[in-house]
């Protein structure tokens, strides 16, 4: 009971510090790292790596600390990401059948490109009136192109890291006996 | 087709109807101040953090010695500029005032201090701040925010009770009434110009308009005083078939690297 409590706070901590971090440290960057969605990578992390059960937790806490700081309508940060981790659980349940490097990469990729998509609706419909549809824009374009790669660059990583804490990532052979 | 009860969508759906409910009729607002409250000081110490590493690789592409020195020239120019148009502004109203019987003060503004916390991601082009005063420190739309020197950056959007969201005067429809500092006062209606100039639009044909005449808000329009610098015409769009006549208008400040601003309240 005291080790699942330790946990609870332990992760409730870490997502504070993830959607801080969001929030303030990342849009500070130039450009092409400001554009690092910290969020949604460990979100979808744990995803692939743990569950789907506390990747949606993670989702749902970090986009409320993002919707209460953030001057976006209440729930938009919520939707985005929770949606985004959907898309992910549907596309790893469905058509990914192990847990290689290219699946984590398409994963996120997947991930990215839904977050983009779901975040441009949704200021489309509720945030800029009058404007473009949010595919015809040169910004969305930008916006997911510099994201994919920050993403997709940072699942790299985390990947190579998690190779090299466990064995269950390590490829392996079947050798003729 | 059969529902589990602790199925983590529905549980999530349900969550999320809740916290949208309770926000909605204001019960989750306690709470959601005493968390921004909690955490905007090491919000604005992770922007500044943000903030430097994004002048350091700025300065990588440019001699130290040199950045630092046009550094320095760009803030004596913006001193200067903001000293010398406060000196004209100064003299003209003196000029009026000396011609009324009884002088009234114009000049009795308040300004709040505020820390930024973070650049405002829902701003179109990410052209938007976020700062540490909201409305319990008197903030409400449409106010003036300044930056050290004194030169209008922006102008208050919305506000929260503890936080409060602005545009930079270089965002799309970050609107604010002008006027240049010629003989003729001509008037007109500045916004942003893909985030990186102002564009001053609004200039009748018949006025003379020449590249380097500063910029000042015209204080039309209520929550903005007179007087405020936005900055310089750097050129002169004047087509003889239109009505209006345009100005492209660059900041004297880099505006992406504000950490502390003032707003101003009338």
């Known amino acids: ?177 | 087709m059969k529902i589990k009860k602790d199925n983590p969508l529905i549980l999530a759906v349900v969550v999320v109807g809740l916290l949208l409910f309770f926000h909605g009729i204001g019960w989750l607002r306690p709470l959601e101040n005493i968390l921004t409250a909690a955490v905007k000081p090491l919000a604005g110490v992770l922007y500044g953090w943000g903030g430097a590493l994004d002048r350091a690789a700025a300065d990588e592409s440019d001699p130290a010695v040199l950045k630092a020195r046009i550094d320095d020239l760009n803030n004596e120019v913006a001193a200067l500029t903001v000293a010398s148009s406060q000196a004209a502004e100064t003299a003209d109203e003196n000029r009026k005032l000396r011609a009324l019987v009884d002088f009234r003060a114009e000049h009795d503004w308040q300004t709040v201090a505020a820390a930024v916390i973070a650049r405002d991601e829902a701003a179109e082009g990410g052209r938007g701040l976020i700062i540490n005063r909201g409305s319990r420190d008197g903030l409400r739309s449409g106010l003036a925010v300044v930056n050290e020197s004194g030169l209008i950056v922006g102008q208050v959007l919305e506000t929260k009770d503890a936080t409060a969201q602005i545009c930079l005067t270089t965002s799309p429809h970050c609107q604010l009434a002008a006027a240049l500092q010629n003989q003729a006062k001509t008037q007109g209606l500045t916004d942003g110009d893909l985030g990186l100039t102002i564009r001053m639009s609004y200039i009748p044909q018949l006025e003379k308009v020449a590249v380097g005449d500063t910029v000042i808000t015209s204080g039309l329009g209520g929550s903005i005083p007179r007087g405020l610098v936005i900055g310089r015409v750097t050129s002169v769009k004047n087509e003889s078939n239109e009505v209006w006549q345009e100005a492209t208008i660059e900041p004297l400040v880099d505006l992406n690297r504000l950490t502390v601003v003032a707003v101003i309240i009338p």
């Open chain 1, 1 to 177: 009971m005291l080790r699942r409590t330790i946990q609870a706070i332990l992760f409730v901590i870490a997502v504070s510090a993830a959607a801080l971090i969001q929030f303030s440290f990342l849009p500070a960057l130039p450009a092409w790292p400001a554009a690092f969605n910290l969020v949604l990578v460990a979100a979808v992390f744990i995803l692939f790596f743990f569950d789907f059960r506390p990747a949606l937790v993670f989702a749902l806490l970090a986009g409320v600390w993002l919707d209460i700081l953030a001057f976006n309508f209440f729930s938009f940060h919520i939707l985005t990401l929770s949606l985004s981790v959907l898309v992910a659980y549907g596309i790893l349940r469905s058509w990914l059948t192990n847990r290689s490097l290219y699946a984590w990469l398409l994963l996120m990729a997947a991930a990215t490109i839904s977050h983009e998509a779901v975040a441009g609706l949704l200021r489309y419909l509720f945030v800029y009136d009058g404007r473009s549809f949010f595919l015809f824009t040169a910004t969305f374009w930008i916006q997911l192109l510099r994201q994919s790669a920050d993403n997709v660059g940072a699942a790299l990583i985390l990947f190579a890291l998690a190779a090299a804490a466990t064995r269950r990532l390590r490829p392996f052979f079947l050798e003729p006996a």
